[in-house]
């Protein structure tokens, strides 16, 4: 269980935007970051807030094996939507 801290801090700190650098792609990033390096630290944050309540719920004692796969199916199409959705936000930001 411990092991959902770890996501949750680092995804408070860029949502924050603070360790944007860390992000890929970001690994240029200057401060003053721009709107765009914060944006994708937004959404980074929320992935990871995601990746904190997949951890806590593979910990969850007596779960039947095909809720993991249902768990990791669910992670996988929010990570491909955080996907998506970012690159299109950061394409209409830079038109």
Do not use: T
Request: some cysteine; overall charge positive; charged content about 15%.
């Amino acid at each position: 269980m411990l092991w959902a801290l770890l996501p949750l801090v680092v995804g408070f700190l860029f949502r924050r935007g603070h360790l944007l650098f860390l992000i890929a792609g970001n690994n240029a990033a200057r401060k003053p970051y721009s709107k765009e390096s914060l944006l994708a630290g937004r959404y980074v944050g929320l992935f990871m807030y995601a990746g904190a309540i997949l951890i806590i719920l593979v910990f969850i004692p007596n779960i039947p094996d095909g809720f993991y796969c249902v768990f990791a199916v669910l992670f996988i199409a929010l990570l491909i939507s955080i996907i998506i959705y970012l690159n299109k936000r950061i394409n209409k930001m830079q038109k």
